[in-house]
């Protein structure tokens, strides 16, 4: 976890984000698993500001709470955040595919690590504009790693693509194809 907060105050460096007055508590951007973490090596209390992010993807299952940048922002980069696909659609357009990215293994960036551990039928939130979506993961498949992912899904559902390295295997990715409930 410490190597994820110094991801987050390395991106914070790049464009500063104000410092709460309390002396004790300083905002970064964010810290994946819970919206307010004590580091017991220093004492430090972070308090995350998700207002600066295009949407925040949360996966209770694996604890798993990051925020995401639009497209054209420096920070939707995976060496920095979860990522969002060129040509991705947001959760309120029909039909749409929402389609985000991000390192698995052991790294500070890799915020899907933990992946591997969803089943069919778990949840997946996306906070967007003010609303918190529902999808549901209905397919999991892996495709070889060659800079072209096939996506399988229905296109008469509005869906959430996820997609990472497979774990334990260097030459495949791993796809999570989720739909919006409701």
């Known amino acids: 976890m410490r190597d994820e907060i110094y991801s987050d105050m390395k ?10 007055e309390e002396p004790e508590v300083e905002v970064v951007t964010d810290v994946p698993v819970t919206e307010n973490v004590n580091i017991e090596e220093n004492n430090t209390h972070y308090v995350i500001d998700y207002s600066k992010y295009l949407g925040v993807l949360e996966i209770p299952k694996i604890g798993l709470k ?3 940048y639009n497209v054209g922002s420096k920070y939707n980069s995976i060496e920095y955040n ?15 595919n929402l389609i985000l990215m991000a390192h698995s293994g052991d790294a500070y960036i890799s915020y899907f690590a933990y992946l591997y551990r969803l089943e069919i039928g778990d949840v997946v939130y996306v906070t967007y504009a003010g609303v918190r ?4 993961i209905v397919n999991i498949y892996e495709v070889p790693k060659n800079g072209v992912v096939a996506i399988h899904r229905n296109y008469d559902q509005t869906s959430l693509t996820m ?4 774990k334990g295997n260097d030459d495949t990715q791993t796809v ?3 739909e919006l409930i409701g």
């Not at 979860?82 to 749409?96: A, H, I, K, L, N």
């Open 163 to 166: 997609i990472t390295c497979t």
């Open 11 to 20: 991106i914070a460096m790049m464009d500063p984000v104000p410092v709460a």
């Open 176 to 178: 999570y194809i989720s």
């Open 133 to 136: 979506y529902e999808y549901h």
């Open 66 to 68: 990051r925020g995401f």
């Open 82 to 96: 979860v990522t969002m696909v060129e040509g991705s659609t947001m959760p309120d357009v029909p039909y749409g």
